[in-house]
Structures are given as C-alpha cells and as structure tokens.
C-alpha cells in the first residue's frame, strides 16, 4: 500500500524510512546528502596556496618597476584576494560545520501518536486550567464543584464527552500511566513528552487527593463521582454547565478504594525525587486500602461498591492484588507481599480460572495487570521461600495469557481486518486492545532484560519479537492500517472521525453562555464537530470492522480518559528500543534487599 501523507504529521503506512528526513509543522522534507559535502581536500590545499604566490609576483613586479604601479592592477589583485580569502573561510566554514548540521530524524508514527494522544487529557482537565494548558477551544468550568466538601473538588478530568468526573476509570487511567513512566522514563524523556506526562498525572493524583480526607489517619467515606449525566435534552459545554453537579459519596466501596490507593501508590514512585509530595501520595494510599479492605485483606467480608449507571465494579478482589502489589513497590512493607501472594486472596480473586474475560486488562478487570507486575517482581526479585510458589503461578498465568494474543491461539476472535476481539464483539472494543498492546510488548521487555530469548506456548516456541509484533498490528490498526484506512485517533492521518461524542468539542468555542436547548442544535449538526479534540481514540468499529461516524452513537465516537492511558502506554512502549529499554530498577526502589528471614519446612519424613 503506497504511503499517503499527513496533515498531522502521520500516514497509514507506519514504517518510514529514518535517513535524510525532517518533520516541521507537519510536512516532511528531504535532504540531498551531496548537498552537504565538503569541497575536495586538494580544492582546499589549492585556496590557500594562491595568496603566497600572488604576494611574490607582486614583490618581484614591485622591485622591478618601483614606483610604476598601475592603481588598476592594484585594485583587481586586492578584490581576487579578498574573493579568494572569503571562499577558503567558507570552505573552511562548512567542512568543520558539516557534521554538527545535519537535518534532525524524522519524528516516527508512534512519537507523533504518542504526542497527540497526551494532548486528550489536556482537553479533558475540568477547573481552573493552566497557562500552558494548549487546547485553544477549552476554558475554565465547574469551578464550584464540591464547595462545602472538605476542601472542594475542583480539577481532575471528564471522563468523557459528558462532563462528568468518574473517579473509578480516572484512577485506573492514572494507575497505567503511571506504569508507563516508570518503565519507559528514557523513551519519554527522548520524545520530550517526560514532563508533560507527569504533569497529567500530578492533575490527577491532586484531584484523587481531594476526595477523601487525605491528611487523617482514617476514612469512613470517598468521592464516587462528581456531576451526572446532564439533563434529559441537555447539550452544553463544561464552561456553560449552570446546573447542579451533585457530589455521590459510598462509604463501602472496597473495589475504587483500591483502585484509587494503586493509584496514587504507583504515581509516589513516579514523584519519588518530590519527597513531600510522594509522601503525600503513600500516606493517602495506605488509608485507602485500609478502607478498601477493612483492614481484614483476605478475610474481608462487607459489601460491594455501590450500583451506578456507569463505571460498576463486577467484584474487588482483583483491585486488592492489584493495590496491594502496587502498595509493595510503593512501601516496601512486607505485610503487602505476604497479602498478594496469598493463596486465600488468590483464590477469592479468581486469578487462575478461566472465563471469557480472563486476560483482558481494563478498568473493571486488573487481573492481567496484577499478575504481570507480580511476574516482574519475580523475574528481576530473588524472593524464593514462602513467595515462590504464588510468584510462580502469576507468573505462568500472564504467559499463558499473553500467548492468548497470538494469532496462533484460538481465545480469542479476530475482525477480518486484524483487530483482536477481546470483548467479544461488544462496543469500544479499543480500550482493551491497547492495554493487551501494553502488556504483551512490555513482557517482551521484560524477556529482554532477562535475557530470554522467547516463551513456549502450548507445542510452539514464540521468539520474544513475536508478541511485539502482535502489539504493532494491534496498534498499527488503530492508527490507521485497517480495512476502513480510518485513524481512530483524531487528529492523526487525514482521515479520522469528524463526529466525535463530545460536547466541548461539538459546540464552537466563542460561545461562551448557552442553555441546553441551545445547545441541541449542535448535538443535531449535519457538520462535523468544529473543534478537533486532538488525541482522543474513540470507542471504535464493530466486531465486522464497521464504524458510525455519529455524534449521537458513544459506542462508536466517545473517546474516553480510561481508553487514552491505555494507548499512551502501548505507545511509547513500542517506540525503538534498541538504546532505551525498560527502567528496571525505579520501581523497586523502595523495597528494601531482602533477606530469607523465613526457611522452607524440611521434606516430609525427615527431621
């Protein structure tokens, strides 16, 4: 397929070539390598030769005539010299220079896309925005949320197109990028995303701090959810929004306290050099999972988190391995590991059992999540006796579960056109096909760091490049090379969904007071949205590779905080890294070395 150019910077083919290109403001430019060679060292040796020449003829005409020289002469000579001096400095000039002038490399699809995907968030933060905020269309709104709660909960972000600030996927989404930068750190840093990434997560994790009495030793509530669905005919921008937006407590909601304490315990390591802040962080970390579980782990045995029209937890014990791993590589404390590797937890968290959604990572299911980030404690960790054996099994569960991706495994469906159906043919499928990018190209990693050159499964040897590669076609769909050559990231390539669900990007952006009826016009528009909301991955295509570019339709266009996280970190995972491979120490920094204080029982039968 021939490659076609970018107004944003991509194209569908994703494999560019790296020599003698450029990217600015969006076009590519080539270079000529002739264009920039030096003249011929005998060219150069030849310049420099000429003068003292030139000064002896002079000398010898001048003792032969004297005082007869012809002023026309004098001035020729004085200009070829001058000509001559210019043109050895600047040869001079280019031939030391050449080397510290080249064109800057092309910036490749999974930078530009990584870029552009960190923009969405930018235009989902709610409150009073920052200067450096980029999203000409978006305005401070809802600047009165939660007055008379504690502190106020202005901040965070919309979810999605709704205005609507859910703090379940919103920890989730924080959660995964947080794992994302303290793995692939330098592969941000090199992209010179690093700090603009934890700027979004700092966003986060300060509004997640808000909404709970983070300073005291003990909770008895958090905030479930801030806003509601607006109106029944209601269409408006956040920076119009005048109706109430309610403040929903739960005071038993063990599966987001959970969710909120790995969360903030993943973002203190992230933040570890600000000590104050990532103190901060753990202390409001260790008294969620204490709420979460009631302190009782395993044996916990109150209720459910609360029904809600959206963001429902199917269960909490896969958010209390998932905390509970994340608050180890946080603290450090062994209480943590002796929980999340407890047969008991295990067993209560249906970690090895099978099931249709066994293996897909998403906000509501972390069991993959859990058992990769307890598989990397034992790949680089000696634990051995009494944490082996859990480690172990983890450890084989998520192999087993990657090797599911694979286009040799029958687990799981595939459209016609490549895109792996982990949801079963159900809508937004593209949430969960970015996390599984996420972890089968981070698990090659981690092969790579253990030198291990690739994983048995089922009678197959797979070579650890095999579930990169899976990954690239996974991703490679997503931006464009499927049967429809539609990017389902606005803003990349020059074809990509026009009709996004999303108020603020639907209504233009000078109008500044609008009541909801007003606003139906615009919900109602024959044209595309005025505002393109750069970055955001909508819901995406059916199980037959089909997609409705309707603004009505959220299934298909609603690009959502939760989805993003999960393509940013499958992103730069899968940026070269030949020079840049995972940080594998960061993470652990504050586990401290550890010691078998705890032999293993002798064989049975003997003293």
Not at 48 to 66: F, Q, V
Not at 224 to 252: A, D, F, H, M
Not at 516 to 522: A, S
Request: glycine content about 8%; proline content about 6%; charged content about 20%.
């Amino acid at each position: 397929m021939p490659e076609r150019s970018s107004l944003w910077g991509g194209t569908f083919d994703i494999t560019l070539e790296m020599e003698d290109q450029s990217i600015e403001n969006g076009h590519r430019h080539y270079y000529d390598r002739s264009a920039y060679q030096s003249p011929l060292e005998d060219e150069v040796k030849q310049g420099w030769l000429l003068r003292p020449a030139m000064d002896m003829e002079m000398k010898r005409k001048k003792k032969k005539r004297c005082f007869n020289i012809n002023p026309t002469v004098l001035i020729r000579t004085l200009v070829v010299v001058a000509v001559l001096a210019g043109f050895v400095a600047l040869v001079a000039f280019l031939a030391t220079h050449r080397h510290h002038h080249r064109p800057p490399p092309v910036q490749d699809n999974y930078t530009i896309a990584l870029q552009r995907a960190l923009m969405f968030f930018n235009a989902q933060r709610s409150g009073k925005l920052p200067a450096n905020n980029n999203v000409s269309w978006r305005g401070d709104s809802c600047l009165d949320d939660g007055n008379g709660y504690l502190n106020g909960l202005e901040g965070g972000y919309y979810n999605g197109g709704d205005a609507v600030k859910y703090s379940f996927p919103a920890s989730f989404a924080m959660t995964m990028l947080s794992w994302s930068v303290l793995e692939y750190s330098a592969k941000y840093e090199t992209t010179g995303e690093l700090n603009h990434v934890k700027d979004i997560i700092r966003w986060g994790t300060d509004y997640l701090l808000k909404t709970f009495n983070s300073s005291a030793d003990t909770i008895d509530k958090i905030v479930l959810q801030v806003g509601k669905n607006s109106p029944e005919n209601c269409w408006i921008r956040p920076e119009s929004i005048n109706y109430p937006r309610p403040v929903i407590l739960c005071s038993t909601c063990p599966a987001l306290a959970a969710e909120m304490a790995a969360a903030l315990a993943a973002a203190s390591i992230v933040f570890k050099d600000d000590h104050k802040y990532s103190k901060k962080l753990v202390h409001g970390a260790d008294i969620l999972f204490k709420f979460a579980t009631k302190g009782e782990g395993e044996r916990y045995a109150g209720g459910s988190d609360p029904p809600s029209n959206f963001y429902n937890s199917s269960g909490f014990w896969d958010e209390f391995v998932w905390g509970g791993a994340w608050m180890y590589c946080a603290t450090g404390n062994s209480s943590y590991i002796d929980l999340v590797t407890s047969p008991g937890l295990a067993k209560h968290a249906k970690a090895f059992w099978g099931g249709p959604d066994h293996g897909v990572l998403g906000w509501d299911n972390k069991h993959a999540g859990a058992q990769l980030l307890m598989s990397r404690l034992r790949m680089f960790l000696d634990f051995g006796y009494p944490y082996e054996e859990m480690l172990k099994n983890f450890h084989e569960q998520i192999s087993e579960i990657i090797c599911s991706y694979l286009p040799g495994s029958h687990n799981f469906k595939r459209t016609n056109g490549g895109l792996i159906e982990l949801n079963h043919g159900k809508p937004k499928p593209l949430q969960y096909v970015t996390n599984a990018a996420f972890l089968a190209t981070l698990y090659a990693d981690y092969l790579e760091a253990t030198l291990t050159p690739g994983w048995q499964c089922g009678a197959k040897f797979y070579p650890k490049d095999e579930f990169r590669d899976f990954a690239k076609t996974q991703i490679d769909y997503i931006l464009g090379r499927n049967l429809r050559h539609m990017s389902y990231v606005v803003g990349f390539s020059d074809h990509f969904p026009q009709y996004v669900h999303h108020k603020g990007a639907s209504i233009p952006g000078y109008i500044k007071h609008q009541s909801c009826q007003e606003g139906l016009r615009w919900k109602e528009s024959k044209k595309p949205n005025p505002n393109t909301i750069v970055g955001a991955m909508v819901g995406g295509p059916d199980k037959h590779d089909g997609f409705q570019d309707n603004r009505s339709n959220y299934n298909f266009t609603e690009p959502t905080i939760a989805g993003n996280a999960g393509l940013v970190a499958a992103l730069v995972a899968l940026l070269d890294g030949s020079k840049t491979g995972i940080d594998k120490n960061t993470m652990f920094y504050a586990i401290p070395p550890f010691s078998m204080s705890r032999l293993p029982p002798p064989p049975v039968g003997k003293p």
